[in-house]
């Protein structure tokens, strides 16, 4: 996968399947990843989920740790994902990575929207000139995308 290729170690099943047993994996999308049957989640969609406020979720992050924690590291906690929940815990090197995976994941979850922030505000003066006719709802459709995607590179640039 990319985090295991940005990160230079591969996942191990165990740690994969503990992973998935929290719910942790999340939702690919196409059912592959986590145990998501639930037709009203919030992300069915997949993705990243950030807030303005904490950036990358807790839990996300001590997930992470587990998932890129070395296999010593992995054994000296117990296999347990709860003792990878503090910052730093695992190492300097397992929280490095972590957050180099978390990055790479924003970085991806970026490079997957259809268009860029710039042609994104290029479009809403467009809309805002009249030389694209669009309602309330397309141009808060357009605000909208805007906003998410500037969090998102906010978010990467924390995580750098």
């Given at each position: 996968?990319?985090?295991?290729?940005?990160?230079?170690?591969?996942f191990?099943?165990g740690?994969?399947?503990?992973?998935?047993?929290?719910?942790?994996?999340?939702?690919?999308?196409?059912g592959?990843?986590?145990?998501?049957?639930?037709?009203?989640?919030?992300?069915?969609?997949?993705?990243v989920?950030?807030?303005?406020?904490g950036?990358?979720?807790?839990?996300?992050m001590?997930?992470?740790?587990a998932?890129?924690?070395?296999?010593?590291?992995?054994?000296d906690?117990?296999?347990?994902?709860?003792?990878?929940?503090?910052?730093?815990?695992?190492?300097?090197?397992t929280?490095?990575?972590?957050?180099?995976?978390?990055?790479?994941?924003?970085?991806?979850?970026?490079?997957s929207?259809?268009t860029?922030?710039?042609e994104?505000?290029e479009l809403?003066?467009?809309?805002?000139?009249?030389?694209?006719?669009?309602?309330?709802?397309?141009?808060?459709?357009?605000l909208?995308?805007?906003?998410?995607?500037?969090l998102?590179?906010?978010?990467?640039?924390?995580l750098?």
């Open positions: 996968s990319a985090l295991e290729i940005a990160c230079g170690r591969k191990g099943a740690r994969l399947a503990k992973l998935d047993k929290a719910g942790l994996l999340g939702f690919s999308g196409d592959s990843a986590g145990d998501n049957d639930d037709d009203d989640a919030a992300n069915t969609g997949g993705g989920v950030v807030s303005k406020a950036g990358v979720d807790g839990a996300i001590q997930a992470l740790r998932l890129v924690a070395s296999d010593d590291e992995w054994d906690a117990g296999e347990a994902i709860g003792n990878f929940a503090a910052e730093g815990s695992g190492g300097s090197q929280e490095q990575l972590a957050r180099l995976a978390a990055r790479t994941a924003l970085e991806m979850e970026l490079a929207k259809p860029t922030i710039e994104d505000k809403l003066k467009r809309m805002d000139s009249k030389a694209v006719d669009a309602s309330v709802e397309k141009k808060l459709a357009v909208f995308r805007i906003e998410k995607k500037k998102l590179k906010e978010t990467i640039d924390r750098s």
